[in-house]
T-cell receptor
């Protein structure tokens, strides 16, 4: 099965600073790399995803970068705001009949 | 378009009982997957259904089971409840493959006393 490691487990940043969360996976067949955000008491929601034929994708203040050779992908949040405070999960997978393995989650706290 | 709906929102059961949770996916979505979320273990995959067939199963005991109906609605059942089954149970739907975006429901918070 897929081994997924997510670092750091907690992250505190000052408002306006950048935050980076890294996800390392083991299955070389993984071809879909999403990040989910879960605010306290709410459901996880997809915030950005990338496929293996793309190295980077941006959506306003968030971006995802992929290094398939090293088997890791990262979530980048720039100009952080208090509403970015949440737990972020990665979930690399190859689809098909493979089960989805989520990272343990990163709790991001943005200090005003 | 209505989102993923899970019922009930909260459940309190005692050890040894059984429980059934329900999940209605987004209209047109044929895949439903279930996850157990606990503070220490994060999100753990239970199983996934597509067109009434279980395609994937996680590493949970046989007390955890599920099914999917022809309208794509899904149920999961936990028999002989244990204290350790207390968790938030989330379901997610997608168009048809796990490598696609997952849309989560709000979850069912199960407490086993």
């Amino acid at each position: 099965g897929e081994n997924v490691e997510q670092h750091p487990s907690t992250l505190s940043v000052q408002e306006g600073d950048s935050a980076v969360i890294k996800c390392t996976y083991s299955d070389s067949a993984s071809n879909y790399f999403p990040w989910y955000k879960q605010e306290l008491g709410k459901r996880p929601q997809l915030i950005i995803d990338i496929r293996s034929n793309v190295g980077e994708k941006k959506d306003q203040r968030i971006a995802v970068t992929l290094n398939k050779t090293a088997k890791h992908f990262s979530l980048h949040i720039t100009e952080t705001q208090p509403e970015d405070s949440a737990v972020y999960f990665c979930a690399p997978n190859s689809g098909g009949y493979q089960k989805v393995t989520f990272g343990i989650g990163t709790k991001l706290q943005v200090i005003p | 378009k209505a989102g993923v709906t899970q019922t009930p929102r909260y459940l309190i059961k005692t050890r040894g009982q059984q429980v059934t949770l329900s999940c209605s996916p987004i209209s047109g979505h044929r895949s439903v997957s279930w996850y157990q979320q606990t503070p220490g273990q994060g999100l753990q995959f239970l199983f996934e259904y597509f067109s009434e067939t279980q395609r994937n199963k996680g590493n949970f005991p046989g007390r955890f089971s599920g099914r999917q109906f022809s309208n794509s609605r899904s149920e999961m059942n936990v028999s002989t409840l244990e204290l350790g089954d207390s968790a938030l149970y989330l379901c997610a739907s997608s168009l048809g493959a796990l490598e696609e975006k997952l849309f989560f429901g709000s979850g069912t918070q199960l407490s086993v006393l």
